[in-house]
């Protein structure tokens, strides 16, 4: 597990990633992780999440998470849409 044991059982990963979000902020622009097995990088600099967002939309636009809005209508939000969805949204 790295830097994420605990994770599940005795912390939510919300929990993990305010932490090391609040570690980094003032070091670094990002930081990166493994979440659940995959590398992910995690804007720390208003200026970079800006042009993630905005500016490199084309280039950022998929967040890898899987959802069946058919079974869980709930799931089509910000958070876990992809592409000119989650632009519209």
Same mark, same amino acid.
Do not use: C
């Given at each position: 597990? #790295? =830097?994420? #044991?605990?994770?599940?059982? =005795?912390? !939510?990963? @919300?929990? &993990?990633?305010?932490?090391?979000?609040?570690? $980094?902020? /003032?070091?670094?622009?990002? +930081? #990166?992780? $493994? +979440?659940?097995?995959?590398?992910?990088?995690?804007?720390? %600099?208003? %200026?970079?999440?800006? *042009?993630?967002?905005?500016? @490199? &939309? *084309? @280039? &950022? !636009? %998929? !967040? #890898? &998470?899987?959802? /069946?809005?058919?079974? %869980?209508?709930? @799931?089509? /939000?910000? $958070? $876990?849409? /992809?592409?000119?969805?989650?632009? *519209?949204?």
């Amino acid at each position: 597990m #790295g =830097s994420m #044991g605990g994770v599940g059982t =005795s912390m !939510h990963t @919300s929990e &993990f990633i305010k932490r090391e979000y609040e570690r $980094f902020k /003032n070091q670094a622009p990002a +930081f #990166g992780l $493994f +979440f659940m097995g995959r590398p992910t990088i995690v804007p720390t %600099d208003p %200026d970079l999440v800006k *042009e993630i967002l905005v500016k @490199s &939309f *084309e @280039s &950022f !636009h %998929d !967040h #890898g &998470f899987y959802v /069946n809005e058919k079974a %869980d209508p709930l @799931s089509k /939000n910000l $958070f $876990f849409s /992809n592409g000119q969805q989650w632009k *519209e949204l």
